[in-house]
């Protein structure tokens, strides 16, 4: 059974930064991708960044360099950076894994998610 729980989030001023952290448990295949979503109140689920086994990554337009995506040398443990953030980027970011020989920003392709981790920049 694949777990995912998030963690790091906060409220900070605009302008701020904050790094998320979502560990991976129960993925039993060597490929996969982990992503990073996020969901703010009245809107659609929007993708983030994601990421595969072999370090391949993909950002949102709107990320524009200001957002990093990395995990850790043991692998199952992904990262999001976020700096310089924007009161639009409040919202609840959700990690998402599948076991995908591709890196991908699509949601219908994950089927593994967490419950999320709330993000609230201040004007």
């Known amino acids: 059974q694949v777990q995912l729980v998030e963690s790091g989030g906060g409220s900070v001023p605009s302008g701020g930064s904050l790094t998320l952290s979502c560990v991976a448990t129960?993925?039993?295949?060597?490929?996969?991708?982990i992503a990073w979503f996020r969901q703010a109140p009245g809107k659609e689920r929007e993708a983030v960044a994601a990421m595969d086994v072999d370090d391949s990554t993909k950002y949102a337009e709107f990320v524009k360099g200001r957002f990093t995506i990395s995990q850790n040398n043991a692998r199952y443990i992904v990262y999001l950076q976020m700096d310089s953030l924007k009161p639009e980027a409040t919202a609840m970011y959700y990690c998402?894994?599948?076991?995908?020989?591709?890196?991908?920003?699509?949601?219908?392709?994950?089927?593994?998610w967490g419950q999320g981790t709330q993000v609230t920049v201040s004007s």
């Open positions: 998402a894994a599948a076991e995908l020989t591709l890196v991908t920003l699509r949601p219908p392709l994950y089927n593994y």
């Open positions: 129960g993925i039993r295949q060597s490929t996969y991708s």
